[in-house]
């Protein structure tokens, strides 16, 4: 017990760079794979948060973009979604660190108006940065499908309504089509969120480097798995962390499906039901 807490205390952070800089070599128990599995959930818990915060804004704006009546607005988010939908998360992930890492040859550096620091071009190749950008792009192109189709669907007697209240523009959007919109989506948008927390597993097998062997769950999950030769520890053990995680977001998200509902007989709520996306 006692060598378990001191693994832990080791180990529990390592990927954040807090605790041991030097992995186990040999004679790995239990809880070392445990608790280094563990520590990389950190990462994928950081990678789809920020993801999915940042993303959730740009979709609304994508949404609403492509169910504009104007051509120069409707085409480019139409286009976007195509982009990040059409291909492969993976390939977004090896092209854009290729993209990263050839700015500075090209003479392109990017200041960071809102500090006082100039952020070098070489920041994007990191994964805490560059990665996210990749994930929050990507969600951001379906759950604006997501929310686009919901868009479609929101009530005409509910426009109508607004209209006869004298709401127009932003308020009526604000209070009427956008509520409506995010309850009418809210199901599928929680599989979008599953599905991303999933796929944050391919940031350190894409592109982007895991620096001093700080890398996520799966990556150590790896480690353990090449050093034993036996990938039914490991690996188990990393879905054990993933299925709780989904159960996680699963419980919040359930619980904002039942604000948004709130006013909504109980009888005819829309429940959330984990479809996974088999292939994306």
Known sequence: MNACLQTIADYGLRSVGIGQRLLPKSDFTLCEQFTLIGSGMIWNIYFGLIALTTGFFLATAIAVAKNSNNYWVR???????????????????????????????????IDLGF???????????????????????NTAAYSGEIFYGALRSVPKGDIEAADAYGLSGWPRFKRIIWPTMLRLAWPAYTNEAIFLFHATTLVFFSGFPAWQQRGDALYYASYFADKTFNPFVPYPILGMYFIMLTLCVIGVYGLINKRLNRHVPANQRQRIKFKPQIIR
């Open 75 to 109: 085409k480019p988010a139409e286009w976007f979604i195509f982009l990040f939908r059409g291909s492969p998360l993976f390939i977004q992930f090896f092209l854009a660190y290729e993209i990263f890492v050839q700015l500075p040859k090209w003479g392109i550096d």
């Open 115 to 137: 500090t006082e620091i100039t952020a070098e071009t070489r920041w994007l190749t990191k994964a805490w940065l560059g990665a996210v950008i990749v994930l929050f792009l």
